[in-house]
């Protein structure tokens, strides 16, 4: 185990138990129906961070709940990965990803109407198990961001790049696509807490809240995951890297640079116009993007909103954290910004 996936494991401890079930109804989703493929799903080999069932589990148990989470928790956790799941499975297909997770994809070990198919298998069972447990609120939040992620997603391939360069764009993008599925998870657990508590009024300021957490948090990832693309190498990854460029995907580090110098810088240009990536033009890059402190300045931005995600949770919990859940959500907000080593920003740089 790395540092990383130690940190994890220790921001995880007070719902160990939980996702180790939440793991059992995964697989109990997808042995029969989908044999032979279960092992062949990279998703399913190797876990990932698990980021969104932990955080609709934290959302949980930081209410205050103890022993063991109800079917109903653990099976609407599962819901959110299974989710998840699905529209990696999706993504990589549209992405032409070959890897994800440190293993094939999906679609490169057989085909992509396969991939497609086991995406829309996943997908709707998600929304079934939802459908078991969740109140209509809940409900009508998990549907709302699935219609969004797959509008995101469409928005990336539909616009064109220099409407895709607008940095409002981008925010409107990711938004969708990442940010409100991070809000929908946390509702989802901690809805399942506050359900039949008294004071109607007050459990929906608190789910709202809820649903801000998880939104800035979400914003906050995909920056961070959309710098990784260009710092972090394939193999700390799991999946491609200096993909995003080169597929016409244009994220917040292009964004900055296009908006430091005067017109599009030679570099990016290439990128864009060749849809490849030599070694040289690659090191030019780079180089474009130290020279503009490109990188620090993406940071700074992604740090706002994991600023911000903390002000909520000490608006939810106040200054005491009694409750060991409450710290684990703090702690996976520095945890994602120093993931794989990414430099903690410059204060007031
Ligand atoms: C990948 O999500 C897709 C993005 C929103 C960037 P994760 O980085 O959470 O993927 P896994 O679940 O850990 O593999
Ligand atoms: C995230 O976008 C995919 C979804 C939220 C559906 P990316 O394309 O950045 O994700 P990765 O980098 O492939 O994991
Ligand atoms: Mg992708
Ligand atoms: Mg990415």
Request: hydrophobic content about 45%; overall charge negative; glycine content about 8%.
């Amino acid at each position: 185990m790395n540092a990383v996936t130690e940190r994890l494991t220790e921001i995880y401890k007070p719902i160990a138990a939980d996702l180790d079930a939440v793991a059992r109804k995964m697989m109990g989703v997808v042995a029969g129906a989908l044999e032979p493929f279960p092992r062949e799903i990279g998703a399913f080999r190797s876990l990932g961070k698990r980021l969104r069932p932990a955080i609709c589990l934290l959302a949980w148990r930081s209410e205050g709940i103890d022993g063991a989470a109800p079917p109903e928790v653990v099976d609407q956790a599962a819901a959110v990965e299974l989710m998840h799941i699905a529209t990696l499975i999706h993504d990589d297909v549209v992405d032409g990803a070959y890897q994800r997770r440190g293993h094939q994809t999906l679609h490169e070990l057989f085909t992509d109407k396969t991939a497609v198919l086991v995406g829309d298998y996943l997908y709707a069972t998600a929304i079934d198990i939802f459908n078991q447990h969740a109140g209509r609120p809940v409900l009508g939040a998990i549907t709302r961001t699935t219609v969004g992620m797959a509008h995101g997603e469409l928005m990336q391939v539909l616009l064109d790049p220099d409407c895709r360069s607008r940095r409002d764009v981008y925010l409107d993008i990711i938004s969708k696509k990442t940010a409100d599925f991070f809000g929908a998870a946390a509702v989802v657990g901690a809805s399942a807490a506050l359900t039949g508590r008294a004071g109607k009024n007050d459990q929906e300021d608190r789910l709202e809240l809820f649903r801000r957490f998880g939104w800035n948090f979400g914003m906050a990832f995909q920056m961070i995951d959309d710098i990784l693309d260009f710092t972090a190498s394939e193999d700390n990854l799991g999946k491609p890297v200096f993909q995003d460029l080169v597929d016409g995907r244009i994220t917040l580090p292009a964004i900055l640079l296009l908006e430091s110098g005067n017109g599009v810088p030679a570099t990016l240009r290439t990128v864009l116009d060749q849809k490849e990536l030599s070694q040289d033009i690659r090191a030019a890059l780079l180089e474009d993007l130290n020279r503009f402190d490109i990188i620090p300045k993406a940071i700074r931005t992604a740090e706002g909103y994991l600023s911000e995600a903390r002000e909520i949770l000490q608006a939810l919990f106040g200054s005491h954290r009694s409750v060991e859940a409450q710290q684990s959500l703090y702690s996976l907000c520095d945890y994602i910004l120093l993931q794989r080593g990414l430099p903690a920003p410059v204060a007031g740089g």
